[in-house]
T-cell receptor, first 115, second 114 residues
């Protein structure tokens, strides 16, 4: 079965702190895709990143970075120097290459960045 | 360009009523997905269209749920004889590449069944 686990339900940090959101996934497929989405209070899910299972290179985009490790089935997300605008619910998701792209989401991690 | 739009944004229905939720995907996106998001949970897949063809409806929770996309653009999710457990946010997403492309989500329709 495919499953995504985000063990951290809520995280609270003070502005400028670094914060890492954990994501662990389960799949027997060799080809799959991993995603992170941000859901601000407005409710609209915003795409952040896609990774395919053959690309384990870490990625950095501004203050955001992602660490993909197949050996531990993890795809963690780090925000450096957090800002109040980073406050949102963050979802990790998995899709299988043979299932038309439907996303399997984790439960989400609610990040609160306080000034 | 315009993103995915959904209407209505909020819907209150009395138990037993039928509701219809509309999704306008990004122009040119062939793939369209519906998800259901309960309070405090991650979205859960309901159904998927490739153009007008409904290729996967494995996530629809009961035969009271029906989705269509007759001309391969706008989609409607219909729920018949609504029940309280149907209360949730219904999200629509579209994608230009169903296998590898990211899905762009609309703002959702919050359905409350009283």
């Amino acid at each position: 079965a495919q499953k995504v686990t985000q063990a951290q339900t809520e995280i609270s940090v003070v502005e400028k702190e670094d914060v890492t959101l954990d994501c662990v996934y389960e799949t027997r497929d060799t080809t799959y895709y991993l995603f992170w989405y941000k859901q601000p209070p407005s409710g609209e899910l915003v795409f952040l990143i896609r990774r395919n299972s053959f690309d384990e290179q870490n990625e950095i985009s501004g203050r955001y970075s992602w660490n993909f490790q197949k050996s531990t089935s993890s795809f963690n997300f780090t925000i450096t120097a957090s800002q109040v605008v980073d406050s949102a619910v963050y979802f990790c998701a998995l899709s299988r290459s043979n299932q038309g792209g439907k996303l399997i989401f984790g439960q989400g991690t609610e990040l609160s960045v306080k000034p | 360009g315009a993103g995915v739009s959904q209407s209505p944004r909020y819907k209150v229905a009395k138990r037993g009523q039928d509701v219809a939720l509309r999704c306008d995907p990004i122009s040119g996106h062939v793939s369209l997905f519906w998800y259901q998001q309960a309070l405090g949970q991650g979205p859960e897949f309901l159904t998927y269209f490739q153009n007008e063809a409904q290729l996967d409806k494995s996530g629809l929770p009961s035969d009271r749920f029906f989705a269509e996309r007759p001309e391969g653009s706008v989609s409607t999710l219909k729920i018949q004889r609504t029940q309280q457990e149907d209360s949730a946010v219904y999200l629509c997403a579209s994608s230009s590449d169903r296998l590898r492309g990211e899905q762009y989500f609309g703002p959702g329709t919050r359905l409350t069944v009283t």
